[in-house]
């Protein structure tokens, strides 16, 4: 699977690193060292992936994921030099897709870029590709979510959870079952990151998200998503 792929790392050997690995993949890979000209030349070549340094001099690559998730669905791989979970799961909050903690082998990266790009290129099977639970629509083709009428903007992890959800109304998925959704594959992950979907997914569509209705706790064993209450 050949893409387009913009690395922001302001380390030049961790830089060049990555690039070699990406293109000996097959990738077409382009290198910024700060964040200003991850937005820039996000901007300006749309590519298919970004993989982007959490500690970055000038515009951080947490505000830059922030930006651009306002922006584009486009998959965000977040490095960070932090194994901290608080720091982790803020990357997730930010909007990013997956993470990868310093140092990483060139095996975890390209598998982590494979299942992004395949995710952000997937087609589903169910004909349409409208899914309806109560008021809320899914349009897995389009990728778009509505409530009532009212569009609902998601991240891309958020809608990945919301769709597989909705796909199978009433069904309780466990974190580990939603990870696979997320991020393509099973891996060694901090199934937490599902909990920070699910409760922003929660402030996008519940009526009091302190008391949800619709994406509910099954405790002990992980979430499922209803039509909730009329």
Known sequence: MQAYLLVAEDDPAQAEGLRRYLVAEGHEVLVVHDGRAALEQFRRRKPDLLVLDLMMPGVDGLTVCRTLRRETETPILMLTARSDEHDLLTGLDGGADDYLTKPFSPRELLARVRALLRRGRAHDTTGSGLLSVGTLGVDVHRHVVHDDGRPVECTPGEFAILAAMAAQPDRVFTRAQLLTHTNGAER??????????????????????????????????????TAGTP
């Open 188 to 225: 060694d992950s901090i199934e937490r990151s599902i909990d920070v979907h699910v409760l922003n997914l929660r402030r996008k569509i519940e009526p009091d998200p302190r008391r949800p209705s619709r994406l509910l706790t099954v405790y002990g064993v992980g979430y499922k998503l």
